[in-house]
């Protein structure tokens, strides 16, 4: 049993040391190891917080590959270089590319754009015309999820309140405690800054908006 379980177990009531529901073992403990890795995965995507490399060797005339990493899944893609030139690659879309060519995916040259299909499938524009490059690709990453007690946390020290508010709330909403179950989500929130970033204003206006150019630019 690790520090944050130890935590959420005293805030539930159970004893750390000799708990009724929630035993030291792999079944018993499995309904709080669930909350965490949900809050985990659920923190690194709105904080984009935990980021790793991964090198794509690139094969002539093939324009999409899928990105498999080892310890987790795909979030979204920061940035992607290409290694010999050493220069980075624009983010593009489909529409952008049909606006440009409708015939796209028989160009043949050395990429200069990027597309994310998908969660981890990337198209390269245009498509490579030999086997020499490497794209280094910078990746936010959901971190697999934790089973034992061994297994590294791959959580900031900042987020480990708001974890533990989170499994707490989660807790209590699946006992039908709304009451305890929100005071705790609130807390969650708080620890996140959710809470100031996105008010309940009904007078506020959400909108989304891009500033991107209508066709591929070379960078």
Known sequence: MNALETRILELIGEDPDSPDVFTDDADGIAP???SINEAIAEIVMLTGGYKRQYFLPLRADTGFYRLRPRSGEVGWLTDVFLINPRFR???TDLPRLNAHNPLWMMDTAQPYSYLP??????GLYPKPSSNSDIVEITMVEIPSAYTGDRDRIKLRDAYQYAVVNYAVSDFWASRGDANEAAKYNQLYLDAMGL???YTAQKDAVRFERTAKEPWPVRT
């Open 32 to 34: 709080i190891r669930d």
């Open 89 to 91: 690659l624009e983010q």
């Open 195 to 197: 809470t100031s970033m």
């Open 117 to 122: 299909i998908g969660q981890d499938v990337i």
